[in-house]
């Protein structure tokens, strides 16, 4: 296909102006596809508010944007398993299939990832993309493209839930009711956990994982968590913790709420990149950490799950906006993160 897209270019920290660029074209094993919707993440903010997340540095201009979904339009040579028309769910990151940890099947830790809007590559925020055919997942006709964009986030939840060995019968704990903190929530419910307790500070949040289904949620701000968390597991602690917020203090709050034997999922990270957390404690309890890197061979069973109407993952979005209003989008889930708890632009 011949001709121009819109495409949003973040031009310096703070700034993103809508330019033409060219139409690209699939190379054999590709797809091109037109996007229709693009999640807001908090990467995204991050890079576009402060020009970098630890080592990876913003060069302008750049083109943010991760969480697409979409519809083929065109198939590069060699593709047999797609076809123009076919609405998909993209995978934004492209591994190289050798090395030792693509070959154990943790590709989410292949050295070579070319993974959209991590800098230097150029994320989705336009209206055509080409991607691997392999990374482009089919959605069924009762799901939309909105709810394949929000495939992305939701593969970070469930593969923090696999990794915590979530199961029936715990009680869980979410640290923090963003996007990811409220994947992580509808993620621990599809695998059955009994009890879901979320914690932020923010009353918007909290409200949306109560109509989301916690069982009950803390406001950090005006309760003692620690406190909260015991009493509501007769003094006992939580069988699981997810830490999303990426503070010391809410690690440190999971550590001291948490049963003895428990195990705590690390998934956001800290402004710094470190934290000081009671180890002593965690020694004491015999305390299981593990942590979360993006998902994999997670996307086939994330559109089950939204497709079955498993998980109702179209009801986390509260603001939509335009690509011709990303400027103000990016604006306002940055000074607004109060109201916005996850922002998505309509493409096309």
Known sequence: ???KMKTAVMTAIGKVELMERPIPSPAPGEVLVKVEYVGICGSDLHYFESGRIGDFVVQTPFVLGHEAGGVVVET???VTDLKPGDRVALEPGKTCGHCEHCKE?????CEDVIFFATPPVDGVFQEYVAHEADLCFKIPDQMSTMEAALIEPLAVGLHAARQGGAC???TAVVMGAGCIGLCCMLSLRAMG???IIVVDVMKKRLDKALELGADHVINGSCEDTVSRIRELTDGKGADLGIETAGSQITATQLIRGAKKGSTIVFVGYSASGEMTLPISLALDK??????VFRYRNIYPMAIEAVSSGKIRIRDIVTDEFSLDEIQHALDSCVNNKADIVKGVVKIG
């Open 105 to 109: 099947g943790k590709y989410n830790l």
């Open 76 to 78: 590069g040579e060699g």
């Open 193 to 195: 956990v009994s009890r």
């Open 286 to 291: 015999e305390l299981t950490f593990k942590t």
């Open 168 to 170: 029936l019968g715990q």
């Open 1 to 3: 296909m011949e001709g």
